[in-house]
């Protein structure tokens, strides 16, 4: 058995108790696969057949069981599944104090966090650019709900050590965020050398680049496995718990006169009650709308794609089934 620590265009780097080895997949694992998520992807555990030649790569045979995985939807318009990491323990959800701080982000972060089936922490980067902390860590704890809060200054010599409290050893830990929030800086302090490479943010906006372009698993030195993702200009629902994420909502909703209440113009509504005593804020439940809709309308185009290749896989394509199901009743007749 192996795990992956390592992917870029369907290679991969794995470690067994032999050693490190580059790898490929066998073609029936390929094949059978119905979409990315039935393929391996950084701290996936694999089946693996060695060379017999140390320069030869490695076969991935099967894919194990995962106890978790995080992934989104692909970026544009397609509702295909992109993985990011898998058996994580914990994922650390990044966002920076500067002018990148969205508390809007951070909610739809949390929201597909928690299908993932790890448990989520959040970890607030840049202390040192933060625009008004005391508002900014209000803000952060009405969304968070029990998730844990970290504060981090990578500019002090102590300014990750919340962090590496946090981290235990033989725990796999997954950094997740968009551009420029300092996930690699992170990484490199913890691992006591600046081994991934950064980049400055841009001062007109505070986003940054991709900086890291493949994910890869490191072991830190207190025992820690950290997996290091690119950075997301855009996180896709395509597998999200909205509901339990907006937990306030779901309870004022319990009073609405109507089941199926939509939160937006029926009357009896407690939730828009609550938006015009300033109990809910109004910002807070037009995210929660649009992420719903998100997920619904993502969900949609995912069934008819699944159903489309589910077709071409069998057929070749709608136009052979067609002949083919044509065919059989011309031969039943």
């Known amino acids: 058995m192996a795990r992956v620590i390592a992917t870029s265009h369907m290679q991969y780097t794995v470690v067994t108790a032999a050693g490190q080895f580059q790898a490929q997949l066998a073609g029936r694992l390929t094949n059978l696969a119905s979409g990315p998520e039935d393929l391996p992807t950084v701290g996936d555990w694999v089946q693996l057949r060695l060379p017999a030649n140390e320069t030869d790569a490695a076969i991935i045979e099967r894919l194990n069981a995962r106890s978790t995985v995080f992934l989104r939807k692909t970026a544009g318009r397609r509702s295909g599944a992109q993985l990011v990491a898998a058996n994580i323990d914990w994922l650390l959800l990044c966002m920076a104090l500067d002018a990148n701080f969205n508390i809007r982000r951070l909610e739809r972060y949390l929201a597909v966090a928690a299908t993932s089936g790890a448990q989520a922490a959040i970890v ?38 919340e962090l590496k409290d946090f981290m235990q050893p033989r725990l796999t830990y997954a950094f997740l965020g968009s551009s420029g929030v300092g996930k690699s800086t992170l990484i490199n302090r913890l691992l006591g050398a600046d081994k991934i490479a950064t980049q400055a943010v841009r001062a007109s906006d505070a986003h940054g680049r991709h900086t890291t372009t493949a994910r890869q698993l490191l072991h830190l030195p207190n025992g820690s496995l950290v997996i290091d993702t690119p950075g997301m200009r855009e996180l896709g629902l395509l597998s999200a718990d909205v509901d339990n994420t907006f937990a306030d909502i779901q309870a004022l909703a319990e009073n609405c006169c109507f089941n199926d209440c939509t939160h937006q113009h029926e009357p009896g509504c407690a939730v828009q009650a609550a938006v015009a005593t300033g109990e809910l804020p109004a910002e807070r439940l037009a995210s929660y709308q649009r992420l719903k809709a998100e997920q619904s309308r993502n969900n949609n185009l995912r069934g008819k794609e699944r159903e489309n290749a589910k077709i071409t896989r069998m057929f070749g394509g709608k136009k052979q089934m067609k002949a083919m199901i044509k065919a059989s009743r011309l031969r039943h007749r």
Do not use: F, H, Y
Request: hydrophobic share 50%; aromatic share 0%.
């Open 124 to 161: 607030l980067t840049k202390a040192d650019q933060a625009q008004n902390l005391a508002e900014q860590l209000t803000a952060v704890a009405a969304v968070s709900a029990s998730a844990p809060l970290l504060i981090c200054d990578a500019t002090k010599a102590d300014g990750v050590q």
